[in-house]
């Protein structure tokens, strides 16, 4: 799998978006983890919010989706689905603007914001 993007979760863990799912690798072992949860999705973009431990995740036609991660991000059964919205889209990037408290969406179909509190709907600009 080649990788698209990565984001760094900590200082021993990175997390990457591929073709295939997401995978965590762990930089001091130099060993791959599969998120179940995410496999044979195609992805794109990632985003991390430390202070919330959620990410982000652009996806080829899932849109985007949101996970609360557990202190121990390895612990992928324990990975929580806070979110999922245009379905149907492509999410090819993702940036947090602090300032509106919004994260920005570019897709197949424009530009959309996302306010990040679950279980509301972005809107397409």
Same mark, same amino acid.
């Given at each position: 799998?080649?990788?698209? =993007?990565?984001? *760094?979760?900590?200082? =021993?863990? /990175? ?6 799912? +997401?995978? /965590? ?19 794109? *973009?990632?985003?991390?919010? !430390? ?6 995740? #652009? ?9 609360? /991660? !557990? +202190?121990? !991000? ?12 245009? =379905? #149907?889209?492509?999410? /090819? ?12 969406? *570019?897709?197949?179909?424009?530009? +959309? +914001?996302? =306010? ?5 709907? !972005?809107?397409?600009?």
């Amino acid at each position: 799998n080649y990788v698209r =993007n990565i984001i *760094s979760l900590d200082a =021993n863990t /990175l997390l990457t978006a591929t073709e295939d799912g +997401a995978y /965590l690798f762990d930089i001091r072992a130099r060993r791959w983890l599969a998120v179940p949860d995410l496999q044979g999705i195609n992805l794109f *973009s990632l985003g991390w919010e !430390p202070a919330r431990r959620r990410v982000w995740l #652009g996806t080829y036609l899932h849109g985007v989706l949101g996970f609360d /991660l !557990p +202190a121990n !991000p390895y612990d992928v059964a324990r990975w929580t689905r806070v979110q999922q919205v245009l =379905n #149907g889209f492509t999410v /090819l990037h993702l940036y947090d603007d602090p300032v509106r408290r919004l994260l920005w969406l *570019s897709t197949d179909r424009g530009l +959309a +914001a996302l =306010n990040r509190r679950v279980g509301t709907n !972005p809107t397409i600009r």
